[in-house]
């Protein structure tokens, strides 16, 4: 017999991971992972390189 049977949880039909670490992904990726990584690093120092810069307008 189900134990959540007849319950009306707020969580139903939500995937939950429960060994999911939180942090970065450290597992071993392919080319197009490591080429994905590559371009959000650049990006987010492309981003705080602008957000210190004076606003010229």
Do not use: K, Y
């Not at 670490?21 to 990726?29: A, K, M, W």
């Amino acid at each position: 017999m189900d134990p959540h049977a007849g319950t009306d949880s707020g969580q139903d039909g939500t995937i939950v991971n429960p060994g999911r670490q939180t942090g970065p992904d450290t597992s071993v990726g392919d080319e197009g992972d490591d080429a994905n990584e590559l371009r959000f690093n650049e990006e987010e120092r492309l981003i705080r390189e602008q957000s210190q810069r004076p606003e010229t307008d």
